[in-house]
Structures are given as structure tokens and as C-alpha cells.
């Protein structure tokens, strides 16, 4: 079975400060991709990544980065934490190509942002 | 622009009867959809996919229609069970090999026993 797993269950932050968020899969999955899912709103894409060290920007990349040194770990990064940003953070990975492949999700991160 | 949507934010049946979720789209470009399933505090799971050439795949107890020319898909559970009672999302995917998926705003079911 695919494992994604998140370094976080829960987080506390205060305003300003920069977060790591950490995601390692164990599938050799070359896709993966980091969400936030908000009440109404879905999942909503914030950066993905098809091969190590290449990135793309999602549909709310403003406010993050991200990092892929390596094939199985991707990084969420909050360079300046806002109260805007607290949400559920979730991670996924997939195999390459598209044709409908699934994405694997972790049991996500919920952030809070003081 | 929401390429995918799920009008109804929530849904209750009674345990027994069918559970209908539905999604609209927008992109005729899309070629495959999925439903995900996802309880509080854990991760959405993939429930059951469909590629744009056929209109109906099954799997036990649910089954996905695809009708492309209303670009609508509906997810039907039968029997529900409140072990369903979960949020419910349905995803699309264009024909690009980047693997991203354009998920809809999410129906929470509750199925009463």
C-alpha cells in the first residue's frame, strides 16, 4: 500500500514566523502535490512537483514555497506566516502521466496560525 | 472559475436507501473523473474512477454515470450504510501528464441508521 506520510498532525504558529511543513512517500511516486482544504472551498492546489527539484505553481500559490531535493520528500513552506493561512495542509502523490492515475493523500495537517 | 462543482454541500439519507452525490464540470477537455471519500482528521481515499469514453463503471456498491453532454457525473451508493457518512469529492483530470487533479467544493453525506 501507498504511504504518504506528514511530519505533523497539528500545528501552532504565531504571525510572521516561517513553517515547514514535511511530506515523504514511500511509493517512488514522481508527482507529488500540496493542498489546503478550507470549509466550502474543496481542495484547493498550492504547488506541485513532477520530478525532483522541478515545481509548478497551483491555483493559490501566493505566500508559499515549496522544496524537492529529493524524489520522496516535498516541503511546504510558509515564508511569513498569516492568520490567513490556517487551514487543513494536505499532501498527495501519484505516479507519472496522467490518464486518471489517483493521487494518494497523507492524514493532513491542520495549522493554526495566532 | 470553479472547473468542477458540487452544489450541494450536504446530504442525509436513511441507511438502506440509495445516496446519489452529483458534480458538474465546465472543461470539456477533462478525460478522467474520481470520487474520494474523506472522514474528519484523515486523508481523502480514492473511491472509484471513470475515463471520458464510457458512461457508467461500478465497483459493489458504487457505480458513477458520466453524461458528457450535460457534463455531469453522479456518484450512487446503494445500499448506504453510516459507515458512508463521510465528505465526498469528485475530481477531474485534463489530458496534460502532470497527474493534477481539479477537485470539486465537496457533499458531506450522513446516512442515518
Known amino acids: 500500500d501507498v504511504k504518504v506520510t506528514q511530519s505533523s498532525r497539528y500545528l501552532v504558529k504565531r504571525t510572521g514566523e516561517k513553517v515547514f511543513l514535511e511530506c515523504v512517500q514511500d511509493?517512488?511516486?514522481?508527482?507529488m502535490f500540496w493542498y489546503r482544504q478550507d470549509p466550502g472551498l474543496g481542495l484547493r492546489l498550492i504547488y506541485f512537483s513532477y520530478d525532483v527539484k522541478m515545481k509548478e505553481k497551483g491555483d493559490i500559490p501566493e505566500g508559499y514555497s515549496v522544496s524537492r531535493e529529493k524524489k520522496e520528500r516535498f516541503s511546504l513552506i510558509l515564508e511569513s506566516a498569516s492568520t490567513n493561512q490556517t487551514s487543513m495542509y494536505l499532501c498527495a502523490s501519484s505516479p507519472p502521466g496522467g490518464q486518471g492515475q489517483p493521487q494518494h493523500f497523507g492524514d493532513g495537517t491542520r495549522l493554526s496560525i495566532l | 472559475d470553479q472547473q468542477v462543482k458540487q452544489n450541494s454541500p450536504s446530504l442525509s439519507v436513511q441507511e438502506g436507501r440509495i445516496s446519489i452525490l452529483n458534480c458538474d464540470y465546465t472543461n470539456s477537455m477533462f478525460d478522467y473523473f474520481l470520487w474520494y471519500k474523506k472522514y474528519p482528521a484523515e486523508g481523502p481515499t480514492f473511491l472509484i474512477s471513470i475515463s471520458s469514453i464510457k458512461d457508467k463503471n461500478e465497483d459493489g456498491r458504487f457505480t458513477v454515470f458520466l453524461n458528457k453532454s450535460a457534463k455531469h457525473l453522479s456518484l450512487h451508493i446503494v445500499p448506504s450504510q453510516p459507515g458512508d457518512s463521510a465528505v465526498y469529492f469528485c475530481?477531474?483530470?485534463?489530458?496534460?501528464?502532470?497527474?493534477?487533479?481539479?477537485f470539486g467544493q465537496g457533499t458531506t453525506l450522513q446516512v442515518k441508521p
Open positions: 511509493m517512488d511516486h514522481e508527482n
Open positions: 475530481a477531474a483530470s485534463d489530458r496534460s501528464n502532470t497527474g493534477k487533479l481539479i
